[in-house]
């Protein structure tokens, strides 16, 4: 998983802007992309935005936003993060047609309860033809993924009382982080209607924008705004809070930390640098891990931390002893020349590894363990202790609790 932003900064007179995003790593396949835009500019609630998808690949995508009609000549940084209960639905709109701007339309989610939801489309003006090929990304969760995600919830807007021009006749609150940031994370939101409710419109009838501003450290402006209607639903907005939880330059997978080097190196000096970042050579647990870990290399041959250089035949992970997975190559390992350190064939090889001389040039990953301990990364029930391990950790309700660690409740004799 990576996230990022991408800056709108300027001024610029065309009616849509889009902007590619190139990934950190490759992914097998197309990913999931979701996108929510936020004012940078600490003013009154700015115009309402659509915000959209093109192009989307394993490698990249493109973000395009265009300004509510009508038009007014200039934009300025801004910037594009079945259930027991209802849960939270987060939803982006994915274009296949590039290039159609008056394809442009908002998004929402309608009635969203434990069993279904449905995602809203409209148009960004009076029908205007055929609209084609818009697909529609979504997430529900009932409980939050740590350490993915740090935090989530819902603001409530009653909208009991008509927007003032005062406020760009939108509905705005402020949201407070539960929890203190170090530098300002990534915001995911989406608004929710419903028209079950007494009274509400149905959606054909509804126009619904939102977005945030203000973003800091502690909290953020959510606001929401109907464009197409002179009366105010109550609307709710579901968000959801990441944060990187690796250094930069480092991602997360499966409870570990990974850094992958731009330039080839020896394998002993691949050790070498990744024991000065406090990691390892990377090792392999599984063939999921595997797989990323090439990906990383965007296909390419890269050094795993597996050897044989003690003893003949006898490879052990660097830094780690044995291990139970392996994923040789037809007739490897072979010791052709002497050949005591292992690489990663890439992708067109099947992920498959092969031995070779320890003085080739390839480049590698680094691994280390991230410490769900710390920062509330772990669901360990506040009445209990949590303990990291390697790629996980373990909950021990306290003394006078009882439970597994992830509920724990007082013992009464």
């Known amino acids: 998983m990576t996230r990022g932003s991408v800056s709108f900064s300027g001024i610029w007179t065309t009616e849509t802007k889009c902007d590619k995003v190139t990934f950190s790593q490759s992914f097998l396949g197309g990913p999931s992309v979701f996108v929510s835009a936020r004012y940078t500019r600490d003013t009154k609630p700015n115009d309402a935005m659509y915000v ?60 969203v309860t434990k069993d279904s939801f449905k995602a809203c489309l409209r148009e960004l003006q009076n029908f205007d033809g055929k609209h084609q090929d818009i ?10 993924h740590k350490p993915l995600f740090t935090e989530h919830g819902s603001v409530n807007f009653p909208n009991t009382n008509p927007p003032t021009d005062e406020d760009n006749n939108a509905y705005c609150e402020f949201v407070h982080f539960t929890r203190s940031y170090n530098a300002t994370p990534s915001v995911q939101i989406s608004a929710n209607h419903s028209t079950t409710a007494s009274g509400n419109l149905a959606p054909v009838h509804n126009g619904i924008s939102a977005w945030i501003e203000n973003m ?24 959801a809070v990441l944060t990187d939880i690796c ?45 990323y870990i090439q990906h990383r290399h965007n296909g390419d041959k890269s050094w795993l931390g597996y050897n044989d250089g003690s003893t003949e035949g006898d490879f052990t992970w660097v830094d780690r002893g044995h291990g139970n997975f392996t994923s040789w190559a037809k007739n490897q390992p072979n010791n052709f020349k002497e050949e005591d350190c292992v690489h990663a064939l890439g992708v067109k090889y099947s992920y498959e590894w092969n031995d070779v001389q320890c003085s080739d040039c390839h480049k590698f990953t680094c691994k280390k363990d991230l410490d769900e301990c710390e920062n509330e ?28 660690g992830f509920h724990c409740y007082r013992f009464s004799e």
């Open 52 to 111: 959209w998808l093109e192009r989307v690949n394993s490698r990249s995508f493109e973000v395009c936003i265009r300004e509510f009609l009508p038009f007014d000549g200039k934009h300025r940084d801004t910037i594009v993060d079945k259930f027991k209960v209802s849960p939270v639905v987060l939803v982006t709109s994915h274009h296949q047609r590039c290039g159609k701007e008056h394809d442009a339309a908002l998004i929402w989610t309608e009635d």
């Open 377 to 404: 990364l772990n669901y360990c029930h506040k009445m209990a202790t949590c303990t990291n391990e390697r790629g996980s950790y373990k909950c021990k309700c306290n003394a006078g609790y009882l439970g597994d």
């Open 216 to 239: 800091n450290v502690s909290g953020f402006r959510v606001c929401v705004k109907e464009l197409y209607e002179t009366r105010y639903d109550p609307v709710s907005v579901n968000y």
């Open 135 to 144: 697909y529609v990304t979504w997430f529900a969760f009932a409980k939050l």
């Open 247 to 291: 250094n930069p330059g480092w991602s997360y997978f499966n409870g570990f930390c990974y850094f992958t080097s731009d330039t080839c190196t020896d394998w002993t000096t691949a050790v070498t640098k990744c024991r000065q970042k406090n990691s390892v050579l990377v090792d392999v647990r599984k063939n999921e891990e595997n797989v």
